[in-house]
């Protein structure tokens, strides 16, 4: 009898392995020329992934590799049309991105983006780490709902490979499953910040940040979305999101307070407990007094608050009070 394994991997549905595409920049066989063009580039471009990669023949080329669509390459490559890099040129890729690099450009905390040359370790996949295993078991983490596994995975991909789309994203979208708000809410501004064409990041993001009542934030991210290239459904969703954010709050509120009680006294008229007594320095006259009364009795306050929050100024309150006198009853 024969046995037959399937193993299922479960990527994430924003893996980048097909229909992304390369900008071809300059090729040298000397390897200081190849440093002093990724050096000059960056100057022009300031982004990640501009890589110098190795040949078997002992070439080397400055390229922009893994650029999610064509109109980005195109833009990129418009910007050295008047520079002595004109003659670069796009090609799609058709195949798994793996070669070993020499140098790449990363940026800082401090928003630079510097020239790094690649450690042995990274050579081979720094601009590959999504055929990794780590990114792989990540994926699937995610996949079959184990996000914390997955965010400590993504995590930990993250610090080595901070530049990669995916990576921050599937970070993202991890730790709001652990609702790790603020977590995933930095995660997405670096992946905005490096593609703010990637839209479907960007949906997540305002739909967080009106999970935060951050409204006005939140708005401005719809309405950079309904710029965009989106399908119909999203955008019926956006404008649904829109609507609701655009509501105005409630301005005025009112409340009412009504205070009962009933009792029993047992000297309404102040009456004396001694039907009898003497006057005294008066020659001891005797006066007869007046006997106590008992009755019951019930009093109302009514108090009414209204409070106007003006809309100019949601903090300034302007409050008026009606407070009824004190009514007490007495039951004949």
């Not at 829109?242 to 509120?253: G, I, P, Q, S």
């Not at 205070?259 to 008229?269: E, Q, R």
């Not at 409070?307 to 009853?329: C, R, Y």
Request: hydrophobic share 35%.
């Amino acid at each position: 009898m024969k046995l037959f394994f399937t193993i299922i991997l479960l990527f994430p549905f924003l893996s980048i392995s097909a229909s992304t595409y390369t900008l071809y920049i300059a090729s040298t066989k000397n390897k200081n020329i190849a440093k002093k063009y990724i050096e000059e580039v960056n100057d022009l471009l300031k982004i990640e992934n501009l890589v110098v990669r190795t040949h078997k023949k002992e070439n080397y080329s400055l390229i922009v590799n893994q650029i999610k669509d064509i109109q980005s390459a195109k833009d990129l490559q418009n910007k050295l049309k008047k520079t002595t890099y004109k003659d670069s040129f796009v090609k799609k890729d058709l195949k798994d991105l793996k070669y070993n690099i020499l140098f790449y450009t990363k940026s800082t905390i401090e928003n630079k983006t510097i020239v790094k040359e690649a450690k042995e370790d990274e050579k081979e996949y720094i601009l590959d780490v999504e055929s990794s295993n780590e990114y792989i078991t990540a994926s699937t983490m995610y996949n079959i709902g184990n996000y914390k596994r997955s965010y400590e995975l993504f995590n930990k991909l993250f610090y080595k490979h901070n530049y990669n789309l995916n990576i921050n994203y599937f970070l993202a979208q991890s730790a709001i499953k652990l609702g790790m708000y603020d977590e995933a809410s930095i995660a997405f501004e670096r992946v905005l910040i490096q593609d703010p064409k990637f839209n479907k990041a960007r949906y997540d993001y305002a739909r967080l940040l009106t999970k935060l009542k951050l409204k006005k934030e939140a708005k401005k991210e719809f309405n950079i979305l309904l710029k965009e290239n989106i399908t119909e459904e999203i955008k019926k969703d956006v404008k649904k999101y829109l609507k609701y954010l655009n509501k105005e709050r409630k301005l005025t509120y009112n409340s009412a307070t009504l205070i009962l009680g009933a009792g029993h006294n047992s000297n309404v008229n102040n009456g004396l407990l001694s039907t009898q007594y003497t006057l005294p320095g008066l020659g001891d006259i005797s006066v007869r007094g007046e006997e106590p009364i008992s009755d019951n009795f019930h009093n109302e306050i009514l108090s009414l608050d209204f409070n106007n929050i003006l809309k100019s100024n949601t903090a300034i309150k302007i409050k008026n009070s009606l407070l009824a006198p004190d009514f007490v009853a007495y039951l004949n």
